[in-house]
C-alpha cells in the first residue's frame, strides 16, 4: 500500500510518499519540506496570509517533486491524504484541495487527516509499538498529553490552559531580542547560562490533572529582564538557561502526573512517545530520558524532522485509516479547530 500524504496546516508546505510494507513497517520513499521561516522572521511569527499564498505557490512542484522522489506515478497510489486540521484556514484549505483534485483525477481514495492525529501515529511509522501508549504532543501550537488507544481512539489527559511551550520559547526569545524561530535560539543560549540564577515559576507542579500553564512563567522572565537595565549576552544567557530549567521540571512533573492519570484510567502504557518541534531540544530530550528510565517506561523519539511538521507523518496517518477502510468523501470541510477527543473522533464519521 502506498499513499501520498500533504501537509499544509502551518508554516511548512509538504508532500510524501510511504509505502506500508507487507510485515506491518512503513518505508518513507519521498519527504520533501519547504520552511516558510524565512518569509515569517521579519515579523516574528507566522502571519496567515503570507502562509497560505506561500503554500499556494509551491505545493504543485512539491508534490510532482515528491512523486518522483518515490519514483511513483499517480496511478501506482492506493490513496492521496491531506491535512484537513487543526490550523491556519488559509493553508489548510490549499493542501486539503489539491489532494481532493488528485483524488478525484486519479480516481483513488482520499484520506481527510487530523494533523495532530498524524503527530500522534508517527512513532508507528518509526518505531514498532502497540497501543496504548502515551503522547507528549510539544509544538509551537500545541501542548497536550494523550492516551494514544488506537487509530482515531484518543483520550486527551491534559492540555495547556494558555501558551504552547513552543510558544513560550518563541516570546521569550523574541523578548531577547533573538530571532524566530526561537526555540533553539534560547536552547543555544542556555547551554552557556547559568540555569539556578533566576528564580522562576513552576506553574500546575504538583497538580493531579496533567495541564499545563505557561504564561505565568513567560510574564516573570519578561519581569525579570525589564529589571535589568542594560541586559548583557551573560544575562541574556542566565534567563534561558533558568527559563528552559523551568520547563524542563514542568515538562517532567506534568508527564508524570499524565502517566499516573494514564495508569488509572487506560491501564499500563507501552511507551511514552514524544512529538512536536521543541522535542528538538536536547535538555528536555535527556530529561524525558531520565524520566522514563525512572518509570520503567521505554520512550519513543523520532528524529527532529518527523517531530516536527512534515508529509511522512500525513502519509502514515493515511495508512494506518485506509488499513482500517476509513476514507472520506470531497465534502470534507477544512477545521481551523478539530480537538484529538473521542466525542470528535465520532463526529467526524457521522456517529452520535
Ligand atoms: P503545530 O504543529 O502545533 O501546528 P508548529 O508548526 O509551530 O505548530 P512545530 O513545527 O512542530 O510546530 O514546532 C515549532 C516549534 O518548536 C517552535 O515554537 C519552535 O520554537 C520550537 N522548537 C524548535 N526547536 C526547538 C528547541 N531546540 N528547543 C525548544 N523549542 C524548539
Ligand atoms: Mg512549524
Ligand atoms: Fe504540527
Not at 520547563?247 to 492519570?261: C, K
Not at 511507551?271 to 528538538?280: E, K, L, P, T
Amino acid at each position: 500500500m502506498r499513499v501520498l500524504g500533504i501537509e499544509t496546516t502551518c508554516d511548512e508546505t509538504a508532500a510524501a510518499v510511504v509505502r506500508l510494507e507487507p510485515g506491518g513497517a512503513g518505508q518513507i520513499l519521498s519527504n520533501e519540506v519547504m520552511s516558510q521561516i524565512a518569509q515569517h522572521a521579519a515579523y516574528g511569527g507566522v502571519v496567515p496570509e503570507i502562509a497560505a499564498r506561500a503554500h499556494i505557490e509551491i505545493i504543485d512542484r512539491l508534490v510532482r517533486r515528491a512523486l518522483d522522489r518515490a519514483e511513483t506515478k499517480l496511478a501506482d497510489l492506493d490513496g492521496i491524504a491531506a491535512a484537513a486540521g487543526p490550523g491556519l484556514i488559509g493553508g489548510v484549505i490549499v493542501g486539503l484541495t489539491t489532494a481532493k483534485a488528485l483524488a478525484l483525477a486519479s480516481r483513488k481514495p482520499f484520506i481527510a487527516v487530523n494533523h495532530l492525529e498524524a503527530h500522534a501515529l508517527t512513532a508507528r511509522l518509526t518505531d514498532e509499538v502497540e497501543f496504548p501508549y502515551l503522547l507528549l504532543l510539544v509544538s509551537g501550537g500545541h501542548t497536550q498529553l494523550v492516551a494514544v488507544k488506537g487509530v482515531g481512539d484518543y483520550l486527551r489527559l491534559g492540555s495547556t490552559v494558555d501558551d504552547a511551550v513552543g510558544e513560550a520559547f518563541d516570546k521569550v526569545a523574541k523578548m531577547l531580542g533573538l530571532p524566530y524561530p526561537g526555540g533553539p535560539e534560547v536552547e543555544k543560549l542556555a547551554a552557556e547560562g547559568n540555569a539556578a540564577r533566576f528564580d522562576l515559576p513552576r506553574p500546575m507542579l504538583g497538580r493531579p490533572k496533567p495541564d499545563f500553564s505557561l504564561s505565568g512563567l513567560k510574564t516573570a522572565v519578561r519581569l525579570e529582564a525589564e529589571r535589568i537595565t542594560a541586559l548583557t549576552a551573560t544575562d541574556a544567557a542566565d534567563l534561558c538557561a533558568s527559563f528552559q530549567a523551568a520547563v524542563v521540571d514542568t515538562i517532567i512533573d506534568r508527564s508524570r502526573a499524565g502517566l499516573r492519570l494514564f495508569r488509572e484510567t487506560v491501564g499500563p502504557a507501552n511507551a511514552m512517545v514524544v512529538a512536536g518541534g521543541v522535542a528538538a531540544n536536547g535538555a528536555i530530550r535527556r530529561a524525558l530520558m531520565r524520566f522514563c528510565g525512572e518509570s520503567g517506561l521505554r520512550l519513543i523519539m523520532p528524529p527532529p524532522h518527523l517531530c516536527t511538521d512534515n508529509g511522512a507523518m500525513i502519509a502514515w496517518a493515511g495508512i494506518e485509516r485506509l488499513s482500517l477502510g476509513l476514507i472520506d468523501d470531497m465534502t470534507f470541510a477544512a477545521r481551523p479547530r478539530w480537538p484529538l477527543d473521542s466525542n470528535a473522533e465520532a463526529a467526524h464519521h457521522g456517529k452520535a
